[in-house]
Structure formats: C-alpha cells, structure tokens
C-alpha cells in the first residue's frame, strides 16, 4: 500500500549470531549464544536452508519488487561458546588474539559454501526471488566469486569510522572512545585527521572493484550513534551518501 519493500534477514541463524561476538560483561547485552558453528557444523547448514526454503514456500509469488531475502546478517569467524570451554579445558588461550589467527580465507570460502547452499535451496522453490548477500566480515568485504550468482544483491554495512558512528553506544564499549567529541572528519586529540571522505572511499575500496566485476551492491545499514551531533552526524551522511552514489549503490538506515 504504501511502496516499502520488505528484506527478510535471518540476525539469529542456526549457528551464528553477530550478537556472540560481544562479550556481555562489557557490552551489558545479555544473550543466550549458539553452541555450535553454522560456518563449520553440515547439521547447522542443513537447518540453514531449510529455514530458508520454508520462507521460499511461504512467499512464493510475491514480486521481488515487494520483498527480498537476506540470507544472514554480519556473518564474520568467532570461537562459539563450546569452542571456548573446548579452548579453556585444554588450558588453550580463548582470547581474541586466538580468534584473529583464524584464517580470514577459509572463513570467507566457508560462507560463500553456506550462501550458494542457502541460494541453491531457495531457487528450486522460488527461481526469482531476489537474495541479498551481506559481504563477509561483518558485511565489510565483498565476495567477488559470487559476481555470478543470478538476481542477487551483495550489501555492506557502513560505520566507517567506528570510532565515530559507535561512539558512546553501549554495544561497543569494548571499543575505547575517542578522548575528544568526534567531529566529521575526524580528529585526534593532537587535531590531526585520522579519517575523512578521501578514508572513507579507501574504506569502500573493495567494493569498487567488485562493482566494477558485475556486483550489485546495497548499502544494508549505516548511520552514527545519538550520542553523536546532528551537525557531525549530516556531515558524514553527506560524504557517505556521494560515496555510494558514485557506486551506483542503493541504501537503507
């Protein structure tokens, strides 16, 4: 009735959850995490896509004008809950030095593996419904392998720079806050700029390339914390929307 287009998105996947990464002691975010590994349990994949298939049937004929799916929300490698007692039980270092050295290749082979499945299970009941692919690494990099794959959106996620767009918010409060007020572009405390339009667009920089290679490209959030000014807050939302738009890319808040 009034024009909007609906984006299913799985943010709690059989397996995987962006919120398990926080720790809840610092964040104060409470959480009942997944003990298992969607990117490395097949049970977890097949109720992956089974979920998924459920909603192709539920769905079926609605025009992709009208809804989407979004097969998973920041998908990025961290230790589950197991993994950690596993670690802690071998006297083995759980900390995010450990969880850093994992291969950021085989993280990003193994979900391209989870998305064709998931796009695979969709298409045989719904051939045209239009997928959206948040990139890997907290939607952060693009997957250029999956340039081919048909009626598909790729989207990035845009708090570039964090220590901006996150300031005050109580999610990150792992992350130390700048010791000034942000301003846009930022500065540090000596009044040099540490990030700025012309960082921003070395931020977006992979997917330049994967826009150039055939990718749609779709930015999936994006935005900056209350506790930041409206007038630093439009700022960034200026260079932020010229970036995207020299990308060609479509955005939501």
């Known amino acids: 009735q009034f024009g909007i287009h609906i984006d299913i998105c799985l943010h709690r996947a059989p397996g995987f959850c ?3 990464s926080l720790d809840p002691v610092v964040t104060g975010i409470q959480v009942t995490p997944e003990r298992t590994n969607l990117f490395t349990d097949s049970h977890m994949l097949d109720a992956f896509v089974h979920q998924w298939t459920v909603f192709a049937k539920r769905y079926q004929g609605i025009s992709s004008d009208h809804l989407s799916f979004n097969l998973l929300n920041e998908p990025k490698v961290f230790n589950t809950v197991a993994e950690k007692i596993s670690d802690a039980t071998r006297g083995r270092s759980s900390s995010r030095e450990l969880v850093g050295q ?8 193994d979900y391209a593996r989870i998305v064709h499945a998931a796009i695979d299970g969709i298409r045989a009941v719904d051939p045209d419904r239009l997928i959206v ?3 890997f690494n907290v939607a952060t990099e ?3 392998e999956l340039a081919s794959a048909r009626k598909t959106v790729q989207s990035v996620h845009h708090y570039y720079p964090q220590q901006l767009t996150f300031y005050q918010a109580p999610w ?6 700048p010791d ?7 500065e540090d405390t000596r009044h040099q700029i540490v990030a ?3 960082t921003m667009e070395t931020f977006f920089r992979g997917w330049r390339k994967a826009a150039e290679s055939g990718v749609s490209i779709h930015c999936g959030e994006m935005g900056c914390d209350k506790h930041v000014s409206p007038q630093v807050t439009l700022a960034w939302f200026e260079d932020a929307f010229d970036v995207l738009g020299e990308l060609k890319a479509g955005w939501a808040l």
């Open 18 to 20: 962006i919120l398990d």
């Open 102 to 109: 994992r291969s950021r290749e085989q993280g990003a082979k």
């Open 133 to 135: 692919i948040d990139g």
């Open 142 to 144: 693009p997957l250029v």
């Open 172 to 177: 990150a409060r792992e992350k130390k806050s």
């Open 180 to 186: 000034v007020v942000p301003s846009w572009p930022l």
């Open 196 to 198: 700025s339009r012309e």
